[in-house]
Nanobody, 118 residues
Framework: QVQVVESGGGLVHPGGSLRLSCAASGIIFSDYAIGWYRQAPRKQRELVATITEDGYPDYALDSVKGRFTISRDNDKNTAWLQMNDLKPEDTAVYYC???????????WGQGTQVTVSA
């Protein structure tokens, strides 16, 4: 059974930091690219960052470049999104997706809430 589980969300003040984790089981983790998405209230889900199966990162949003860092450890079947200098507009539910390198299949986690507020 495949599971993708996010954790690490919470309430943080503007300027604060959070580290989100994405732990996967039931798949060969090193065969999957990982994407972090977010969905704010009344907005569409948007791609934040991706990392290839062998660790090459890409940031889809200009607003997070220089503040967010995506990483992974294939030995731990885990990926992370380090978020620094958080802003209220970063408030959203953050989702992790695992997509097979050949696009054979993909899986989503249940999401973790990030709230940035004074």
């Amino acid at each position: 059974q495949v599971q993708v589980v996010e954790s690490g969300g919470g309430l943080v003040h503007p300027g604060g930091s959070l580290r989100l984790s994405c732990a996967a089981s039931g798949i060969i983790f090193s065969d999957y690219a990982i994407g972090w998405y977010r969905q704010a209230p009344r907005k569409q889900r948007e791609l934040v960052a991706t990392i290839t199966e062998d660790g090459y990162p890409d940031y889809a949003l200009d607003s997070v470049k220089g503040r967010f860092t995506i990483s992974r450890d294939n030995d731990k079947n885990t990926a992370w999104l380090q978020m620094n200098d958080l802003k209220p507009e970063d408030t959203a539910v953050y989702y992790c997706s695992a997509v097979h390198k050949l696009a054979l299949n993909g899986y989503w986690g249940q999401g973790t809430q990030v709230t940035v507020s004074a």
